[in-house]
T-cell receptor
Framework: NAGVTQTPKFRILKIGQSMTLQCAQD?????MYWYRQDPGMGLKLIYY???????DKGEVPNGYNVSRSTTEDFPLRLELAAPSQTSVYFC?????????????????FGPGTRLTVT | DQQVKQNSPSLSVQEGRISILNCDYT??????FLWYKKYPAEGPTFLIS?????DKNEDGRFTVFLNKSAKHLSLHIVPSQPGDSAVYFC???????????FGSGTKLNVKP
């Protein structure tokens, strides 16, 4: 299993450009997440999805869009990039579910995409 | 509004000694907590979790303690090893929601 994969690893964007960060998982997880991590800060949830066709906003959704057409893929779209979106972006997935003691909440993270907007 | 706080940005410990990383939360609706470890240029990896119905969970050298009345949890690593040097994040989940709130992390340095 490749786990959670993210592309690209690095990207530099000019202000106003757009791009899509790709995320894929091969663990048949229902839940997928996008986080951003700014220097010295924790991870902030941007968007998440509990299954194909279902997405919802996290703490910091402004300036981003997502879609989930398949279980495996969860791309994050940046429209009109701004310097405030300079960050490291992590995608994660989990099985989900509500029962203990199984570790259904455990999130598996990708290696991250380092994005700089200048 | 930061719902999960890790007030110590860094911690330095001698190899073989105990490392104690602390985490506080503000929301009494949190029912599940996780600790993640992160090396530079990698994504976080799951370490250990605890449900709010428990006050302790152990996994090898790692033990997490939960004090619900104080809204405080701590991660103990015994004995600490140089390979444990990383940034540690705690995260909390609100009951019946699928979102986790992360702290800002504590950078642990275990000196040989």
């Amino acid at each position: 299993n490749a786990g959670v994969t993210q592309t690209p690893k690095f990207r530099i964007l000019k202000i106003g450009q757009s791009m899509t960060l790709q995320c894929a998982q091969d663990m048949n997880h229902n839940y997928m997440y996008w986080y951003r991590q700014d220097p010295g800060m924790g991870l902030k949830l941007i968007y998440y999805s509990v299954g194909a066709g279902i997405t919802d906003k996290g703490e910091v959704p402004n300036g981003y869009n997502v879609s989930r057409s398949t279980t495996e893929d969860f791309p994050l779209r940046l429209e009109l990039a701004a310097p405030s979106q300079t960050s490291v972006y992590f995608c994660a997935s989990s099985y989900g579910g509500m029962t203990e003691p199984t570790r259904h909440y455990e999130q598996y993270f990708g290696p991250g995409t380092r994005l700089t907007v200048t | 509004d930061q719902q999960v706080k890790q007030n110590s940005p860094s911690l330095s410990v001698q190899e073989g000694r105990i490392s104690i990383l602390n985490c506080d939360y503000t929301n009494s609706m949190f029912d599940y907590f996780l600790w993640y470890k992160k090396y530079p240029a990698e994504g976080p990896t799951f370490l250990i979790s605890i449900s709010s119905i428990k006050d302790k969970n152990e996994d090898g050298r790692f033990t997490v303690f939960l004090n619900k009345s104080a809204k405080h949890l701590s991660l103990h690593i015994v004995p600490s090893q140089p390979g444990d040097s990383a940034v540690y994040f705690c995260a909390g989940r609100k009951y019946n929601f699928n979102k986790f709130y992360f702290g800002s992390g504590t950078k642990l340095n275990v000196k040989p």
